[in-house]
Each structure stands twice: as C-alpha cells, then as structure tokens.
Nanobody, 126 residues
Framework: QVQLVESGGGVVQPGGSLRLSCAAS????????IGWFRQAPGKEREGISC????????FYTDSAKGRFTISRDVAKNTVYLQMSSLRPEDTAVYHC???????????????????WGQGTQVTVSS
C-alpha cells in the first residue's frame, strides 16, 4: 500500500524559510517520480517541483525557480522541498505525489497522478 506523508509546514514570516518532507512507503524512489504541488483557497492545484525516479533530473515551475530546491534521501525514502524567500502568495496546502512518469509530465497539467499525500499547510504572514 502506497502512502505519502507530508510534514514541515507551519507559519512563517515573509522572507523566511521552511523545509517540507514527504515520507514515502510502499514504493521506491528509484521507481517513482515524486512531485510537490500546492493549492491555495479558491485556486487550482499548481505544480511546484518534481524529481525523477533515480534522482537524476529535477523540474521547477516558474513559481519555484530560484527559491525552492527539491532533493531526496533514498535511505529514508523521503523527498524534501526547501523553500526560501517565502512570500504571502506562497500560502497554500502543499501536497506531495508519486507517479511513474517524467518530471515535466508530472509537474505540468493535467498531471494525471496516481498517489497523493494529505498535505501540509504553509502560511506566510507577518
């Protein structure tokens, strides 16, 4: 049974940083591409960053470029999203997801992803 559990969200001031974690079970990071997505109230789900199975390729959408970094720890079967220079518009529920696909297909609509985590809330506010 595949399970994805996000953690690390919270309240942070503008300009601050957070590191989100996505702990995966029931699958191997060498077989699945893992992605981070977010959804703000009243808005559609948005792809942020994805890392290819095997860890050799990463993808960032415009929202993440230059501020967010995706990485993984195979020993812990966990994928991280390091977020810096956070802005109020980054406020959202952040989800991780897993699928056997390439990073661009995963991170851009229509996504077509099989496994989702429950999400972790990130609030950027002064």
């Amino acid at each position: 049974q595949v399970q994805l559990v996000e953690s690390g969200g919270g309240v942070v001031q503008p300009g601050g940083s957070l590191r989100l974690s996505c702990a995966a079970s029931g699958l191997s990071l060498d077989d699945y591409t893992i992605g981070w997505f977010r959804q703000a109230p009243g808005k559609e789900r948005e792809g942020i960053s994805c890392i290819m199975s095997g860890g050799t390729t990463t993808f960032y959408t415009d929202s993440a470029k230059g501020r967010f970094t995706i990485s993984r720890d195979v020993a812990k079967n966990t994928v991280y999203l390091q977020m810096s220079s956070l802005r109020p518009e980054d406020t959202a529920v952040y989800h991780c997801a897993a699928e056997r696909t390439n990073v661009r297909a995963m991170c851009t609509p229509p996504y077509g992803i099989g496994y989702w985590g429950q999400g972790t809330q990130v609030t950027v506010s002064s």
